[in-house]
């Protein structure tokens, strides 16, 4: 017999993720949204290439559900909208949902990876600050292994995302050029990017515009912006001073808590 939709909304659902991440935070935060209960599984970087090796890519977040796996956040965030019966994170009507899609899929391609690059350039560097948001709530194992994988993992992480100072300066123009294409849009005073409610488009921005910004209501482990260089609180804080930095911060303080 085919399961409903009550039934899968309510078969316990997992959560594989790094807990720095800003596109498992995009998960959380849509998995929280529609209220989907679910156990948060989180793993240091490369131990989390255990958890997900069975998956093609091998990227977090990965959602494991109803015996189905899903290793894209959009694909997280669809389902999760779809197993709770639409229309809490995307529209119903097709246009606006059309709308809300390549917004979604603009902030995953040009703004996720380089508020990553910027935010690792700043951080990496700093050894204590990486292992204390690497090794936030996982095993205890994986924490005490950290310290003797740290070395290794910085610079995998640094080979991966082609981090150095000249590419770290690129993806600041790229973030600048998204937070303007968002000015923009915000521009008359519209409270959403789409139509008059938070839906998925609102969410990737503000979930994948975390690390240049620190908002205090993000669930990904981050450090505190007192315990940042100075150059990189220096960089936040003009970016926060945007109108898009504004927006995104609203977002998390008035809908990170907020369950549809
Ligand atoms: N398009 C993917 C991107 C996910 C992604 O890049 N995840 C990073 C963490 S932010 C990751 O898993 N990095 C470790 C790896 O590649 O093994 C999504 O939206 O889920």
Redesign the pocket.
Known sequence: MARTVTDAATAPATLIT?P?????E??RWALDRVALPYREEPHI?LL??LA?RRDE?????VLVHGGRRF??????LVHADAVRGGGLLYPREAALRGEVEALEELF?TQL??HT?RWGYAQVLPEAKLIRSVWSSGVPRFEALLLPAITPLACRLVRM?YKVTPESAQRSLERVRGVFAQVDERLRGGRRFLVGERFTAADLTFAALAAPVLLPAECRAAAPALEAVPAAMREEILRLRDTDAGQFALRLFAQERGHAA
């Open positions: 790094i720095l991440s800003h596109y498992c995009k998960a970087p989390h290439r997900t890519r091998g990227t977090v977040p290793a894209d956040s959009t694909d997280i995953d996720g990876p990553r991966a």
